[in-house]
């Protein structure tokens, strides 16, 4: 398997996904080694619903002080909107969404959400998990990135 | 100024004071237009613009104090501009929010400051101050009018030497000038709105074609095109005409006035010069005014079109109507139609056009506008307004300066609208809903719009942000559901569906599935063509989504159109697809977000067809599919939530004949017995229904015992508090009692006792099984007498009278069975229960008819002295030997046998003699029908004793035919023909008759019959045939 394989592979898999890196450099060297990226693997296609929530929240924590912040929020979310030439103020919407999702999700009303916010909120509606943007690969790319791998098992034998 | 503002700008509410403007684009033209004049008055005329107003105009901005700079002394709050007036008070004062502006110079410097707010600032100006003319001028400019204007104006002028006067008079005419430059401006926005197109003239012209023809009835003797070539843009006109907006020609015939020939144009309806020679060429000069549609053309050159089309239109008010409606859409849509192809050249000819009339002749063409105008503001307002009557008065008052013509037009304007409205419920049915929900906006109605606004303009994030919010709205509550819809929610959600984010349709559906509960919604979802796009996520291999997509299946095929539509898109097939996952046991936990367990796919799809087996294709199309032995492995599963639609489908699907023998072959019976004994109501309700659907099968019966399902279904009749219940488990008992053997489990169940019990104070739907059932069972000695020590003949007397048919028929039904005891008799004699049988004879439904003849058999049979209590019942007898016309077999049948036990009283032979029975039984003697024959045969014997009946009955030639019964293969008839034969052979013609037709024969074979009876008549009838034929012979050799 050469290298352009690979990054094809990941390339598939990640398309979606962001803050990747930052969510696999557990340790905050600089580069994933092998076993931050096998862990991060493991939680991309094997992952239980709390190893995928523990994921994204760290995602979405940005300065990772281990809540999500409005301005997080509204950082993940600013570009979520349709730019509309009506809206006299286009970060109005935003705001406004932020408020709807802290509303949402905010359970001890404290305007920031800690990871039981998130977990709770998740765990009433998964759909929530990957509330504010996508961070995991969707069901169909990962599908993908399985049969290409399975496939290219031979390769490996063969070296 | 004014008059533009008041009449043209579309103001929300009608009327004075509070209003705002609405943001549609001829009110931006508008403002847009004010806002120019304002910024150049500067330049144009400096002196003018430093005039300071009467009062100043006030309104609340938005500005913060912050943005004016040079000019103006600037604190926290407020702003004063440095320009004062004569006695020292600032031109501008701003204390936030108000703003009070004095001159035009400051108005213009204030627009230059608001920058991209000038839009909204300069609405909010005209918004705060609603007659700024009377502002800026004095009150005395606000009382004139138009043309008076200039007059008054020139009188001040030369009367006043007041320089100030001679400023303020500059002003109002420039005011003037502003305000005849805003109505050209949006007359000729409006005009645009307003164009003929091909499709409404030609809607016309269809309509006007149907009610035209000779006659006085019709408004036009005829109206056709000049031209049958129709171009693909609609148009008839030639392409040169095209350009200049032509539509089409027509020549009309009205009644009263000779031939017109019209040119149907984009700018409306003309006379034209007519066909020149006899090639057909147009003069295609415009002869004379133009009206604003072919209607009101005619109506203004024939008196007759106008009188009759006045009476057509309450004939055609439906046509009408779509006609209006046609109109009403258009109208709202009118914008994006650009109706001719070559609309600029057309734009331009019409700004000339209006251009010319306006500076021609001020007053018509002001009238004129203001009529569109007024119409076009109702028809915009998205037809809500129209149910108002009050504020269409409303604004008609507001605009009626006294003009006639403009009033008349109102008048018709508002006609037209409340007809459309009055007429039919059905579709008028969701504007009122959304009316309502207009009357007294929620707040949640404003949240649930913003939110649908996110889901428009957002990302997939913001999507599912907004869908989950949506989700946490009480969604059960018809305001939210109605809200969803009414800001265009639904449309948003369906498209959700076609995309190809999982998380979107999951979100999507999960809301679809809440608000389909509303039968609105479910209507609303089908018409914007959900149904197909859920039917193909069936397919999707995300199982929830499956699952999501098939409960919103359910919800939604609650009535016929949604059920053909999912089955009309394969629909069925991947439901009962769904049925099949339940098959691997050994599942892996969620391995993923999106999946859910196999059996809560199978549930779901079970519920989805539940839904749709209402529909009889459907049930074909479940069975083709192969749905029943799927349905049939469900069925041994233990979850309640899942047996329930199991259980509702198969009791559907049961009402037709295929399915029960398809149940019968998968023993299903089995399962539906085990589950009569489960704890949930609802589950026992829908087994007790299919087993009373299925059980109409003997086998089926007696697979409900052997599985010993008579036992809880006995229990169950002690659980009178659920109807519905109670309903189920009585049919199932009732169709079960039909076997003798289960019948004899019930009695040992006491289930009998527990039937009488339930006679009274129930529900017709449980009554009709009740009696029902007790019909069945009082076949039995046994029973018979329990019902009698129960007390149950008396209900089922006091029954006797209702009026629902099911229940008459087992109500006679049970009676009639009681009665075969002698000692159940008298009790039903002495409640009067023989008449009110007999007066069910009179009963339009021949089921009730026949089932209460019959049940007299028994009655008259076990009496006391049952001749005198026929009798008694004055035309009773009449009444039932005319019942022998009727065309009904069974009531014939049934008739026969009342005749037959009626004419064992002598007396009462004599009474239907002379009603003429004997002719209209050998009138019945040509039937196959071997029921009819023998009971028929059993009345003609009897019938024989009387008089001279017998000869009778050989006049009107019924002996051949009943020699015939004896080819039957039914005992019963031969015995009844055998004894009917033995009677008439009394008489000498009848033997000879007899003879004639082989009787000797096929009774010779009857006489070695094991019937005693038969022998004996059948021997009989032989013994008296031979010895006339003896007799004959004896007197020819004497």
Redesign the interface.
Known sequence: MNRKKLQKLTDNLTKNCKHLFRGFDKDNDGCVNVSEWINGLSVFLRGSLEEKMKYCFEVFDLNGDGFISKEEMFHMLKNSLLKQPSEEDPDEGIKDLVEITLKKMDHDHDGKLSFADYEKAVREETLLLEAFGPCLPDPKSQMEFETQVFKDLTDFNDM | MGVALTRSAQWTAAGYGTGTLESTPLNEEILKEIIVFVEHFIYKYPHEAKFVFVEPLEWNTDLEPSAFESGYIVSETTVKSEEVDKNGQPLLLLSVPQIKVRSFGQLAHFLFIAKD?KL?EAQACIEGNRDPVVKILGSEFGEMKEDSMALNILNKISTDDDPENEIKMKIAILLKQLDLHLLNHSLKYISLQINLNPKTVKKDIELLQRFSGKGEQTVLESIEYTSDYEFTNGCRAPPWRQMYGEICYVLVKPHDVEALCITCSAEGVFLNGGKTDEEGDIDYERKGEVYKDLVTFLKEKSAVFSENMSRQENISNEEQKNQIEEVLTKEEAAVPQKAISSSDRLKKNHINFVKTQMSKRLEPSLNWRAKVDFKDKNLTKDSQEEKHGGKVEKSRTSISHGKVQLRKSVDKIEETISESSSESEEDEEQPDHRQEANADLPSEYWQIQ??V??LK??????T??????M??FNLAQETCQLAIRDVGGLEVLINLLDTDE??CK??SLKILKEISHNPQIRRNIVDLGGLPIMVNILDS??KSLKCLAAETIANVAKFKRARRAVRQHGGITKLVALLDCAQNATEPA?S???ETRDVEVARCGALALWSCSKSYSNKEAIRKAGGIPLLARLLKTSHENMLIPVVGTLQECASEENYRAAIKAERIIENLVKNLNSENEQLQEHCAMAIYQCAEDEETRDLVRLHGGLKPLASLLNNTKNKELLAAVTGAIWKCSISKENVIKFREYKAIETLVGLLTDQPEEVLVNVVGALGECCQEHENRVIVRRCGGIQPLVNLLVGINQALLVNVTKAVGACAVEPENMAIIDRLDGVRLLWSLLKNPHPDVKASAAWALCPCIENAKDAGEMVRSFVGGLELVVNLLKSDNKEVLASVCAAITNIAKDQENLAVITDHGVVPLLSKLANTNNDNLRRHLAEAVSRCCMWGRNRVAFGEHRAVAPLVRYLKSNDTNVHRATAQALYQLSEDADNCITMHENGAVKLLLDMVGSPDQELQEAAAGCISNIRRLALATEKARYT
């Open positions: 707010t909204k913003k939110l606004k996110y303009g957002g990302n997939q994030t913001a599912v942000i907004a869908l989950c919010s989700k946490d999982v998380k999951i979100g291999p995300y969620q993923s977000l999106y």
